[in-house]
């Protein structure tokens, strides 16, 4: 919708007969470019992960009101005991904790309860995504992107399941500008302004494929020694979006090439 060549007129003054005139406007002059509908097999899919990555986004925030809520009432973390992953020791510490009145426990088990039960919830989406992998839709693309440095099994089913089909992607730029890894511009005559990351942008792909180029950059010498350049004239933050780029074009060559990538062998084309 927001593609739509729309006037000031049209866009101060919105009725349902100004949007039918607008879009049949459109039509005749052929300003519309067909859209990439997924069947429902792919949908039902990418809801699968989706809803993964919502829940990973709830035990986050769950995960720090309890933060807050030890804070709140003084209770610190013992040395011997490291909250970083949430091992079982931390989660029975804080199933130990003893408050003043019965009100206070309630409120904090209330928390830890639901902690608890989001856990539960995403080892089971975890474990769905897993057999879903296996699946012979999936097996071999699978091992095609999980062979490339930094790709794990659930950044390739999100990939896979996002994208659907690469062959709609003629080139590696109209792939980038799907997951939003290219840079906005404003531009007018001799006035030129850079505005880092475009805005639209598919927000899933764009930030697991920042977060496992963190991952790749250690494990791939090649990238390693492009983020080292990189950084030489460039922040950490802006070279990493550099690397994830040169990721995606890995993932799109051996998808395109069905061919297992090989560290410092293999160039994306």
């Given at each position: 919708?927001?593609?739509?060549?729309?006037?000031?007129?049209?866009?101060?003054?919105?009725?349902?007969?100004?949007?039918?005139?607008?879009?049949?406007?459109?039509?005749?002059?052929?300003?519309?470019?067909?859209?990439?509908?997924?069947?429902?097999?792919?949908?039902?899919?990418?809801?699968?992960?989706?809803?993964?990555?919502?829940?990973?986004?709830?035990?986050?925030?769950?995960?720090?009101?309890?933060?807050?809520?030890?804070?709140?009432?003084?209770?610190?973390?013992?040395?011997?005991i490291a909250d970083r992953y949430w091992s079982r020791s931390y989660i029975g510490w804080l199933n130990g904790l003893t408050f003043t009145r019965e009100s206070g426990r309630i409120a904090f088990q209330a928390l830890l309860g639901e902690l608890?039960?989001?856990?539960?919830?995403?080892?089971?989406?975890?474990?769905?995504?897993?057999?879903?992998?296996?699946?012979?839709?999936?097996?071999?693309?699978?091992?095609?992107?999980?062979?490339?440095?930094?790709?794990?099994?659930?950044?390739?089913?999100?990939?896979?399941?996002?994208?659907?089909?690469?062959?709609?992607?003629?080139?590696?730029?109209?792939?980038?500008?799907?997951?939003?890894?290219?840079?906005?511009?404003?531009?007018?005559?001799?006035?030129?302004?850079?505005?880092?990351?475009?805005?639209?942008?598919?927000?899933?792909?764009?930030?697991?494929?920042?977060?496992?180029?963190?991952?790749?950059?250690?494990?791939?010498?090649?990238?390693?020694?492009?983020?080292?350049?990189?950084?030489?004239?460039?922040?950490?933050?802006?070279?990493?979006?550099?690397?994830?780029?040169?990721?995606?074009?890995?993932?799109?060559?051996?998808?395109?090439?069905?061919?297992?990538?090989?560290?410092?062998?293999?160039?994306?084309?």
């Amino acid at each position: 919708p927001a593609d739509v060549p729309t006037t000031d007129k049209e866009r101060n003054t919105k009725t349902d007969r100004i949007d039918a005139a607008k879009l049949a406007r459109s039509l005749v002059n052929g300003d519309f470019r067909r859209l990439y509908i997924p069947d429902e097999q792919a949908l039902e899919d990418r809801a699968l992960v989706r809803m993964r990555a919502r829940f990973v986004s709830k035990q986050t925030r769950c995960k720090n009101q309890i933060k807050s809520h030890l804070s709140f009432h003084g209770f610190h973390v013992p040395e011997d005991i490291a909250d970083r992953y949430w091992s079982r020791s931390y989660i029975g510490w804080l199933n130990g904790l003893t408050f003043t009145r019965e009100s206070g426990r309630i409120a904090f088990q209330a928390l830890l309860g639901e902690l608890l039960s989001l856990r539960k919830t995403l080892s089971e989406l975890t474990r769905e995504i897993r057999a879903l992998s296996r699946q012979q839709s999936y097996r071999r693309n699978l091992e095609l992107l999980t062979s490339v440095p930094g790709i794990g099994l659930l950044a390739a089913m999100t990939f896979l399941t996002e994208v659907v089909a690469i062959d709609r992607f003629k080139a590696l730029d109209q792939l980038c500008s799907y997951v939003g890894l290219v840079p906005g511009e404003r531009s007018s005559g001799d006035h030129e302004q850079k505005t880092g990351l475009i805005s639209r942008r598919n927000s899933a792909l764009r930030y697991i494929l920042i977060e496992c180029a963190w991952t790749a950059q250690h494990e791939d010498p090649a990238l390693l020694e492009s983020f080292r350049v990189y950084c030489a004239r460039l922040p950490k933050t802006v070279a990493i979006v550099h690397i994830a780029r040169k990721l995606l074009a890995r993932m799109r060559f051996v998808l395109k090439h069905d061919q297992l990538y090989v560290k410092g062998v293999l160039k994306a084309a």
